[in-house]
């Protein structure tokens, strides 16, 4: 095998290892994640979720955790309340559906945070064929509003962020290239 296809192969796994990633960094897509009210027009949700999870692969119930959440959607801001203890605590089963018992919040819509208690949200987290590597967190849920939009259903889709690893990776491609074209100039 030529250091070109050890390099080419490296960097195939790299990519597939982006496409997945340990309990860690997700990011919400957008293009698949809203709040939509009762009444008027769904806004778009992005942002990231941090997830930690007991024990991959999940062979039995553990614990599902959100360590980290900084969401937008129509200009209010979702955080992870810090006056909670465990503010994303719950467990995740061996099919990957998770149930958290009750999800606390801080909700800034612009003027000033206040405290969100989301009960019994509930999903589920693809992982890949080993079961070590999250793919997918999906779920979805409904919050009384309170106000004219009447009931909100949230629905998140999130996937592992891009990995930095993919731009060493194009950096150590972009180098073999450049010295197999050298050995090729000495050679002739």
């Known amino acids: 095998m030529s250091s070109l296809q050890r390099v080419f192969g490296a960097l195939a796994g790299l990519w ?6 340990p309990a860690g960094a997700l990011t919400i897509d957008p ?3 809203s709040i939509v009210p009762q009444v008027g027009v769904a806004e ?3 942002g990231t979720i941090d997830v930690a999870i007991g024990s991959v692969p999940v062979t039995q119930n553990t614990t599902f955790d959100v360590v980290g959440l900084s969401a937008l959607a129509g200009g209010a801001t979702f ?11 719950g467990v ?3 099919s ?3 149930l958290i018992p009750t999800l606390f ?13 989301v009960p019994n949200v509930t999903g589920t987290a693809l992982f890949d ?10 779920t979805t849920f409904q919050i009384d509003s309170g106000g004219p939009e009447g009931i909100l259903t949230v629905i998140v889709v999130a996937v592992p962020e891009p990995s930095g690893l993919l731009l060493v990776a194009a950096g150590l491609v972009a180098l073999a290239l450049r010295r197999h074209a050298a050995h090729q100039e000495i050679v002739r």
């Open 105 to 117: 919040l801080a909700v800034d819509p612009g003027g000033g945070a206040f405290p969100l208690a």
């Open 31 to 33: 293009s698949q994640s």
């Open 16 to 21: 597939v290892l982006s496409l997945a990633a």
């Open 129 to 138: 064929v080993s079961g070590t590597l999250l793919r997918e967190l999906s």
């Open 44 to 46: 778009s949700l992005s």
């Open 96 to 98: 990957g559906a998770f």
């Open 79 to 89: 955080t992870l309340d810090p006056a909670s203890p465990s503010p994303g605590l």
């Open 92 to 94: 995740i089963g061996v």
